[in-house]
């Protein structure tokens, strides 16, 4: 590491252009290829996935994204002339636009069932002639701002579907900026000084945006969730910066003990940088985690998250030392600069709260332990009604237009007319059963099912039975009574599955899948819930084995495995009173409740144990380097927590803005994502790493770094963060030995 740093302290020039280089050419690699995001969530070998492959073959002409136009009128009804005069002449221009395969009108007999029993409302099938993630987000507009033409006051136009969801993506970054902006104020709070304040920024941002492409690119050769590289993102601002920020911070100490600018960078690097590549590779790990699930749709959300994270550890170690050379003095503060030439150089000593606090914790540890283990249980309970399933367009925004379609559907209320009849919550969501058609009597017990369905309980329609054009395979439709995202409409699922056509299949070589997107959230779900054991244990596992190697301790991982269960749990608790129960969310503009998405806590998981082990390390280091100096527990954690719970609550407050800037972004996922690593992130700092964690090792005392002999023995030996010798530089002198431009430090001690 220290030879890293001095080449790029050496040719700092050459560093900086390189990394700009590679963000340039990365990005118009990007902007050249395009996007190409996938949101699968199709699990080979699951009912829904084998529904959703038969009807690629025998209807491959429904590949198409279909969305919906949604009138409503409160006085008259849709059938009146003026209105239907209207709406025709607007779905023969919505036909005419690019990239629109058919417009299916109620008013016409193919689109029969169209208008809701009052006549309020009526809706109209808008086919693309691609699937959503391939549309051009500017055809989504046109149709959009076509049908729209059609508003009026008495006559209310709205739209749903993925495609028009495109059109409601956030297009500016006001999320990262928030971010950005918040995490330089505490910077500079922290730092007093506007360059030093900005270097962290400035190589998160060179390597994120480097990332950022990175992703876009890695989608076009494999699946890619379109939710990504807001994801990387965010988790790649808030690592990157804090990263920065324990290098920066280092360095600014070793200018204060007199280390010239070059050999202050080096040592930052060569001490505080090892921990940061450390506590890198702990998150990598984390997230590589997701590998094992086998799953195409999380493989892709792993290596993308991944990727930003080593690109900002890699900018951490090479970019920013080049950076500090250039700024020179100017990381300290004017008052510190001038302190430092009247008053010479001395150690950087811990004062204030920090050591008021350490010493506090030590004198109170059983009863602070007890109030931090009460907190983190209350905040846990809601995870133990933790819902997994689909959140749709019903969970948007209520002032966003496919929200108000999706309510004009379901008959709920809408913002402008008021109570609408619709035609019942399912129909946002149907289910769908295929079958392969082997004969005369497979076909006729196909029909019966119809008829059997259409007096179902929670079923509100049932279609007639269709067949591709060689009668092989039949499919029909049926409308749930409940919404996609309700839990009466997955029981159905479940009953049609055990109960019902089980029984329609007896005696018939017929076989019906169940397919439509609450049958294929519930499948994801089950697969998910089922390997989530066995990937919780593995990464627990690896991150026990990399803080054994490092510290050399049986009780530092165990205590560090149980922490990162809690802070997942807590964080989880406030995901599901937010978004699950929907304390607050309507006015975060979060839209109402709704379960969980299947996929959020692996992602989370990984996450939040990856960042968990970060704050780990970079406070148990120190403890550590203190323990081997002294053997003396108290003063280890004592010393240990006073000198780094100041650096640790700045970057904490840092990643928590950046997380909860996020909710800025307008989507339900990401915003979820940013509430729980800013929960976790806060938990995890305050009541975690600066109380529990301290008291319960003065509890424990020498206990902490026991290990046996004999694997103390086959261990290696590993150092995270050579010890610091936190003395001052006697000027003039050079370290005996020394090889290169070494100064002489004394010990402080």
């Known amino acids: 590491m220290a030879a890293l740093a001095r080449w790029c302290v050496t040719h700092r020039l050459a560093a900086v252009l390189l990394w700009l280089a590679t963000l340039v050419g990365v990005g118009a690699a990007a902007v050249v290829a395009g996007t190409s995001y996938s949101n699968d969530y199709d699990v080979p070998g699951t009912e829904s996935g084998r529904a959703a492959a038969l009807l690629e073959e025998g209807f491959p002409h429904l590949g198409g994204d279909t969305d919906t136009i949604v009138w409503h009128t409160s006085d008259g009804t849709v059938n009146a002339a003026d209105v239907q005069q209207t709406m025709t002449k607007t779905l023969d221009k919505v036909a005419e636009l690019p990239g629109i395969s058919s417009v299916v009108s109620p008013y016409h007999a193919a689109g029969a069932g169209q208008i809701s029993k009052d006549a309020h409302t009526a809706y109209a099938v808008v086919t693309f002639d691609k699937a959503a993630a391939d549309i051009d987000k500017a055809d989504a507009e046109a149709l959009v701002q076509t049908a729209k033409d059609a508003d009026s006051d008495g006559l209310q136009v709205e739209l749903g579907g993925s495609a028009i969801a495109l059109t409601e993506a956030s297009g500016g970054h006001t999320?990262?900026?928030?971010?950005?902006?918040?995490?330089?104020?505490?910077?500079?709070?922290?730092?007093?000084?506007?360059?030093?304040?900005?270097?962290?920024?400035?190589?998160?941002?060179?390597?994120?945006?480097?990332?950022?492409?990175?992703?876009?690119?890695?989608?076009?050769?494999?699946?890619?969730?379109?939710?990504?590289?807001?994801?990387?993102?965010?988790?790649?601002?808030?690592?990157?910066?804090?990263?920065?920020?324990?290098?920066?911070?280092?360095?600014?100490?070793?200018?204060?003990?007199?280390?010239?600018?070059?050999?202050?960078?080096?040592?930052?690097?060569?001490?505080?940088?090892?921990?940061?590549?450390?506590?890198?590779?702990?998150?990598?790990?984390?997230?590589?985690?997701?590998?094992?699930?086998?799953?195409?749709?999380?493989?892709?959300?792993?290596?993308?998250?991944?990727?930003?994270?080593?690109?900002?550890?890699?900018?951490?170690?090479?970019?920013?030392?080049a950076l500090l050379s250039f700024i020179g003095m100017r990381a300290l503060g004017r008052r510190e600069r001038a302190h430092l030439a009247e008053h010479g150089p001395a150690p950087e000593l811990p004062t204030g709260f920090a050591v008021r606090w350490s010493a506090f914790v030590e004198r109170r540890p059983k009863l602070l332990g007890a109030i931090a283990l009460v907190l983190m249980a209350v905040l846990a309970l809601p995870t133990l009604s933790l819902r997994l399933g689909t959140s749709d367009q019903g969970n948007n925004p209520q002032s966003s237009t496919t929200r108000q379609a999706y309510d004009l559907l379901a008959g709920g209320t809408s913002q402008a007319f008021g109570t609408g009849g619709g035609f019942g919550p399912g129909v946002n969501g149907p289910l769908t059963l295929v079958a392969e058609v082997h004969g005369a009597e497979d076909k006729l017990a196909l029909d019966r099912l119809a008829g059997t369905l259409d007096g179902t309980a929670g079923v509100a329609a049932v279609s007639p039975v269709t067949y591709d054009e060689s009668g092989a395979i039949g499919v029909l439709t049926i409308t749930p009574g409940s919404a996609p995202q309700s839990a009466a409409t997955s029981d159905l699922v479940d009953k049609l599955r055990t109960e019902i056509l089980p029984k329609a299949e007896k005696g018939t070589s017929l076989e019906v899948y169940t397919g439509g997107i609450t049958a294929s959230y519930d499948d994801f779900a089950e697969v998910i819930v089922g390997k989530l054991p066995l990937f919780v244990g593995v990464v627990i596992g690896l991150g026990c084995v990399l803080l054994l190697l490092a510290f050399r301790s049986i009780g530092i991982p165990l205590k560090a495995a149980a922490m990162n269960v809690a802070a997942v749990a807590s964080a989880f608790g406030v995901v599901v009173a937010i978004f699950q129960w929907g304390w607050g969310s309507e006015l975060m503009g979060l839209g109402r409740a709704g379960p969980i998405e299947p996929f959020l806590p692996v992602i989370m998981v990984s996450v939040l144990f990856g960042l968990s082990m970060d704050y780990q390390v970079f406070l148990v280091s120190r403890m550590y380097e203190e323990w081997l100096e002294t053997g003396d527990n108290r003063r280890a954690v004592r010393v240990g927590l006073a000198e780094t719970s100041?650096?640790?609550?700045?970057?904490?407050?840092?990643?928590?803005?950046?997380?909860?800037?996020?909710?800025?972004?307008?989507?339900?996922?990401?915003?979820?994502?940013?509430?729980?690593?800013?929960?976790?992130?806060?938990?995890?700092?305050?009541v975690l790493r600066t109380l529990l964690v301290p008291a319960l090792m003065h509890m424990l005392g020498g206990a902490n770094w026991w290990l046996p002999k004999w694997l103390d023995r086959l261990l290696p030996r590993i150092s995270i963060e050579p010890p610091e010798c936190r003395g001052v530089v006697v000027p003039g002198q050079r370290a005996a030995g020394a090889g290169d431009a070494e100064v002489e430090l004394s010990k402080e001690r």
């Open 175 to 321: 999320a990262e900026i928030v971010g950005v902006v918040v995490a330089a104020v505490v910077l500079f709070l922290a730092f007093g000084s506007l360059a030093a304040s900005l270097l962290p920024i400035a190589t998160a941002l060179v390597s994120v945006g480097t990332a950022y492409a990175g992703i876009v690119l890695l989608g076009h050769v494999m699946t890619v969730a379109d939710f990504a590289p807001m994801l990387g993102m965010l988790v790649g601002l808030g690592v990157g910066i804090d990263y920065a920020l324990f290098i920066v911070t280092r360095h600014r100490r070793g200018l204060k003990r007199g280390l010239p600018v070059a050999e202050a960078a080096r040592a930052a690097v060569a001490t505080t940088g090892r921990a940061v590549v450390f506590a890198g590779a702990t998150v990598c790990i984390a997230l590589l985690g997701m590998l094992i699930l086998r799953l195409d749709f999380l493989n892709g959300v792993a290596i993308a998250a991944s990727l930003t994270v080593l690109l900002t550890v890699a900018a951490s170690v090479t970019l920013l030392p």
């Open 646 to 686: 100041r650096v640790i609550n700045s970057a904490a407050v840092i990643m928590i803005s950046v997380f909860l800037a996020f909710v800025l972004s307008g989507d339900r996922v990401i915003a979820m994502f940013g509430i729980a690593l800013a929960a976790a992130v806060a938990l995890d700092a305050f």
